[in-house]
């Protein structure tokens, strides 16, 4: 590790990050973003719903090192201009994980340069300090994405987050995906549910999952979208000619209702006044609207950062590197690994 490095304010930090289909490389100086590169290999999922493990890696391994030289030539350094290097080592798909950890595990040792393995989850909450110039304060946030929904309590963004709720099935955006496949819209699926919705009506009552009042003893922030989407398949094999744009408005509605719903409840419940939404669903116009409506009425400051950075990024974990930087936390130990499990308590290794 280089000890002298570690004292800077503004520390130059790559991060990478490669859990799921995007090869993201972001470059930040303390909390200056200085470039945001992402390939995302999408496209080759298309034809199978979802993201192949597989292709996914193999995608990862043609596209990050031009994402590294493409992001050091944006922002105009050079590599041993850095003073960190920061890698999502978990959660996530392991072999895409391993394609991420292993660069950068080669990268610190080749240059000589501190390494912190990253909790993908975290990152998706300090992304919040690229936006803006406010200290970070004790935060409720909501990520919703593709692989994982959860209502955290942040206190601290360097040390301590703790696992309020998550979802018992379905990821928030795997529901998205699966109904948009069923409905024939194409893959991923929420940004198409998203469009289709807008020429749509809140026209059917979908049933809000986890929200009975047995739930709200054992699951009052846990979400579960399984009873939903099998409403919706039993709504669409009763009505031949369905409204496509109503069925897509109203599925929609029933996801952020409770999503938001539950995380205003937590901010209630903890006292805290500060909600942040991370992860791809983040991007959802409905989401952002009634997030930002209902946390008004609660007297909660609601921050969701621009759909560019809800979505996976290398810019996320780049910035949570140079906070644990500026936090004086000692780096990971040279060669670490993969871990796709990763508690959310854990925030770098
Ligand atoms: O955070 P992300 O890029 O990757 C994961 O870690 O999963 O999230 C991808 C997910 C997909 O399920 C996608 O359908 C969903 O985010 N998503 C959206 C929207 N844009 C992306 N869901 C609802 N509305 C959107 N506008
Ligand atoms: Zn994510």
Redesign the pocket.
Known sequence: MNASKTSTSQPLVLGIET??D?TAVGIVAGRRLLANVIASSVEEHERFGGVVPEIASRAHLEAIWPAIERATAEAKVSLSDLDAIAVTAGPGLVGALLVGVSAANGLALALDKPLYGVN?LAS?VAVDLLTHEKEFRPSIALLV????SSILKVERLSSSFEAMGQTLDD?A??A??KIARILGLGF????L??REAKSGKVTIDFPRGMTAAKDQEDHRFDFSFSGLKTAVSRYLKATPDYPRADVAASFQEAVVDVLTMKALDACKETGIDSLLIG???A???R?REMAKVRAEAAGVEVRIPP?IL???NGAMVAVLGATLVTDGIAPSPRGIAADSSAPVALVAW
Do not use: Q, Y
């Open positions: 859990s799921c995007e993908h998706h994405s593709g692989g994982h990821a955006g795997e998205f995906d991923p699926g929420g940004p549910i998203d992860g791809g669903v991007a959802n116009s989401l759909a809800c979505t996976d």
